[in-house]
């Protein structure tokens, strides 16, 4: 495996794509919080279950929205 950065890689598709694999991660955590599901992530040398929690701005929205 290379120890380079995947931001140092020279196609530009690749050096690219860490962009689309956070706003992925971000969806999938806003998903996982308005659904009450869990997210596994690699953290600390190991597997772990973490709890999704909404933004608080984003809780608000989506409180107020269910009020209507």
């Not at 969806?27 to 933004?55: D, F, Y």
């Amino acid at each position: 495996m290379n120890s380079r950065s995947i931001e140092q890689a020279k196609d530009t598709d690749m050096a690219s794509s860490i962009n689309a694999i956070r706003r992925a991660a971000k969806r999938a955590g806003q998903v996982a919080a308005q659904t009450g599901t869990s997210l596994i992530v690699w953290h600390n040398g190991k597997i772990e279950r973490v709890a999704a929690q909404l933004p608080e701005t984003q809780a608000t929205e989506t409180a107020a929205a269910a009020t209507k």
